[in-house]
């Protein structure tokens, strides 16, 4: 039996990444793509540091999740809005009583974590995370899988046709500029790729599988939360989809458990479980400011640090159940 060794470490800042990774987080932090404004407290230490409980009751007061629904401009006045659920996404699904997230990680490898997370009512998976082939490890399980912009719009991805995306409840997104406003000349005619008309295509050939998207105000209100409770500025971009998604659980859920999210003693620079392909930025972050979602999610963390060492499992509880 040996002891435990080192897990996230809640405190991490890009001073302690490796040069190259550090750089570029540097750059994204620099840049602003998405037109940030009011960044708030970030880089000021003043403001005290929140307990992970008052964490949990700000996401849960500060971050509505919210899908397009076809009563909103400018969707309403356009003749496909009809696609779209009439009503957003948690009013519709759920509740479920306990929640698996399963992150893409490499970690996920060799973990035979595959029963575990099948145990679950209600399993999220990532983009073009596959199951079969990796059931011992990931499960076979998928009740709602989110998808991002640039995997509907890739040709190499199949979206329109491949089988992986035909089970369960589809959420898709797209990085929105900060002001979300969703106005024609603000993101509907500039998503960074064409989310809309892949959707459309999509709804037309799988007309009964349910297809959410999400609001952007969704994504940039959680982005306000990570930089709030942060002592440093991080990149002014959204939320990576593992982020996304555990918070998307916790308003659908009584209790979310993450798997390695937060990586376990199987930590590898391997980037995702299902390819061959090495990269500590995928851990760490690059365009997302990844790093300080899992110093948020550490410090919200009601699980042990041995579970996250051993199973790469984070339990957070779902907005209903807490008191604030
Ligand atoms: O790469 P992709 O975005 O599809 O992965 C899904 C999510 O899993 C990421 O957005 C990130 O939050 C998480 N992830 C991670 N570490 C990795 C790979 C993915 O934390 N090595």
Known sequence: ??????????????SMLGSRLRKVVQNYQAMNKYNVENTGPGGVASRPKLSGSELLCRLKSQVQVLTLTPDLQPFASLSWSSQLPVKSVTSELG????CAVVSSAGSLRNSGLGKEIDSHDAVLRFNTAPTSGYEKDVGSKTTIRLINSQVMASDEHRF???SLYSNG???????APFSANLSQASWYNRTDYPIFTQYQRYRRLHPLQPF??????????????????MVEPIQKNPPSSGMLGTVVMM??????HVYEFLPSRRKTELCHYYQRFYDAACTLGAYHPLLYEKNLVKRMNQGTDQEIFTHGRVTLP??????C
């Open 95 to 98: 509740p479920y009583k306990s």
């Open 251 to 256: 308003s659908l859920c009584e209790v979310v």
């Open 318 to 323: 779902g907005f209903s159940a807490l008191n």
């Open 160 to 162: 329109l046709s491949s």
């Open 212 to 229: 959410y998207i999400l609001h952007p105000r969704f994504e940039w209100q959680l982005w306000q939360q990570i930089q709030d409770n």
């Open 1 to 14: 039996h040996s002891s435990m060794g080192e897990v996230w470490d809640e405190e991490m800042s890009s």
């Open 169 to 175: 409840v589809l959420v898709g997104w797209d990085p």
